[in-house]
């Protein structure tokens, strides 16, 4: 044999083991992917830009805040504002404001140069152009 056979064999293993690579990280990943899917815990439509949500129960049969987070939803971290825009991580529509800390119930938030106190599982609605700060606490936006 000579130099040109070997290295068409080497070749041929290598192209088989980058195969079996591929199809071995994809069954894997695929798993992995189809149980993130899973674990969306709300319904958002977001159409034109605009996000739309469908509110879902965020307090347990005792009546206390349960604390969750989704892959879509939006943190606010105190003291740092965020606009609102239609091409941001931010978009116009109604939100549901959500406590980050189980033993807070009301927080305050500003939004545009008004600061209000929310409730934990209450609605605002935003729309372009807004500038929102949470005040005292981390907030959840869903």
Same mark, same amino acid.
């Given at each position: 044999?000579?130099?040109?056979?070997?290295? #068409?064999?080497?070749?041929?293993?290598? =192209?088989?083991? +980058? %195969? +079996?690579? %591929?199809?071995?990280? $994809?069954? @894997?990943?695929?798993?992995? +992917?189809?149980?993130? @899917?899973?674990?969306?815990?709300?319904?958002?439509?977001? @159409?034109?830009?605009?996000?739309?949500?469908?509110?879902?129960?965020?307090?347990? #049969?005792?009546? $206390?805040?349960?604390?969750?987070?989704?892959?879509?939803?939006i943190?606010?971290?105190? *003291?740092?504002?965020?606009?609102? &825009?239609?091409?941001?991580? +931010?978009?116009?529509?109604?939100?549901?404001?959500? #406590? &980050? $800390?189980?033993g807070?119930?009301?927080f /305050?938030?500003?939004?545009? *140069?008004?600061? @209000?106190?929310?409730?934990? *599982?209450?609605s605002?609605?935003? &729309?372009?152009?807004?500038?929102?700060t949470?005040? /005292? =606490?981390?907030?959840?936006?869903?």
């Amino acid at each position: 044999m000579d130099t040109f056979q070997y290295l #068409t064999i080497a070749l041929g293993a290598l =192209c088989v083991l +980058l %195969i +079996l690579v %591929i199809f071995f990280l $994809n069954y @894997r990943y695929s798993k992995t +992917l189809k149980g993130m @899917r899973g674990r969306s815990v709300d319904e958002v439509d977001q @159409r034109k830009g605009v996000r739309y949500t469908i509110n879902q129960t965020v307090v347990d #049969t005792d009546g $206390n805040a349960t604390v969750s987070l989704s892959t879509k939803d939006i943190i606010l971290s105190p *003291n740092e504002t965020m606009v609102v &825009s239609k091409k941001g991580d +931010l978009k116009p529509g109604k939100y549901t404001v959500l #406590t &980050s $800390n189980e033993g807070e119930d009301k927080f /305050n938030i500003r939004v545009g *140069n008004y600061v @209000r106190e929310y409730a934990h *599982n209450q609605s605002i609605i935003l &729309s372009e152009g807004q500038e929102v700060t949470a005040i /005292n =606490c981390p907030v959840i936006l869903r």
